[in-house]
Structure formats: structure tokens, C-alpha cells
Nanobody, 124 residues
Framework: QVQLVESGGGLVQAGGSLRLSCAAS????????MGWFRQAPGKEREFVGA????????SYAFSVEGRFTISRDNAKNTVYLQMNSLKPEDTGVYYCAARYSTIVSRREWEYNYWGQGTQVTVSS
């Protein structure tokens, strides 16, 4: 089993940056593809990006491509989401998720474990 804890959320002005972290428990973190999702108020949770377990491939939602970057440090059991040029529409609760697979997925039902989420608020 994997436990995930996100951190790094907060309030930032439009155009600013934040870096989210997701720390995983267990010794098998490197076996999991990791994803980031977000949920805005009143909306369904949506895919943000994902990274393979060896970090050789990433995938991003069109809305964040070129602004957000996912990376991971398997020695620290941590995955990161660097968010630049933030927009008010990026506001939401951000979740990290783990998928026991070598392949990234945009489908939340294909992820086995989820964190509790961290709030990101971007003011205009």
C-alpha cells in the first residue's frame, strides 16, 4: 500500500509560481507512475499531468502544457508539480495519485492510491 501526502499549496497572484510536492510512503515508490489531478469548486476532478516511474515520459493536460512541469525523485519518494504563470482558472484542490503501471494515464479510475489534496488559490 502507498500513502501520499501533498504539500506546497497556497495563495498566489496571477502570473506567480508554486511548487507542489507529494511524498509517498513505502519502499516501492519507483514502481508507480504518478499523476496530478485537480478539482475546481463545482467542477469534476480533472487530469493535470503524469510521469512514468522512471521519469522517461510525461503527459500534460492541454490547459497546463508549457506552464507546469512534473518531476520526481525516487530516492526521496517524492513527486513534484512546478506551476508557473498561474492563472485564476488554475484554482482548485490538487491531488497526487499513484498507478501501479509503467504507462501514464489521464483516467483517474486507473490510479490506485490518492492523497488528501492541497488547496491552490490564484487571485486575479
Amino acid at each position: 500500500q502507498v500513502q501520499l501526502v501533498e504539500s506546497g499549496g497556497g495563495l498566489v497572484q496571477a502570473g506567480g509560481s508554486l511548487r507542489l510536492s507529494c511524498a509517498a510512503s513505502g519502499r516501492t515508490f519507483s514502481s508507480y507512475t504518478m499523476g496530478w489531478f485537480r478539482q475546481a469548486p463545482g467542477k469534476e476532478r480533472e487530469f493535470v499531468g503524469a510521469i512514468t516511474r522512471s521519469a522517461d515520459s510525461t503527459s500534460y493536460a492541454f490547459s497546463v502544457e508549457g506552464r507546469f512541469t512534473i518531476s520526481r525523485d525516487n530516492a526521496k519518494n517524492t513527486v513534484y508539480l512546478q506551476m508557473n504563470s498561474l492563472k485564476p482558472e488554475d484554482t482548485g484542490v490538487y491531488y497526487c495519485a499513484a498507478r501501479y503501471s509503467t504507462i501514464v494515464s489521464r483516467r483517474e479510475w486507473e490510479y490506485n492510491y490518492w492523497g488528501q489534496g492541497t488547496q491552490v488559490t490564484v487571485s486575479s
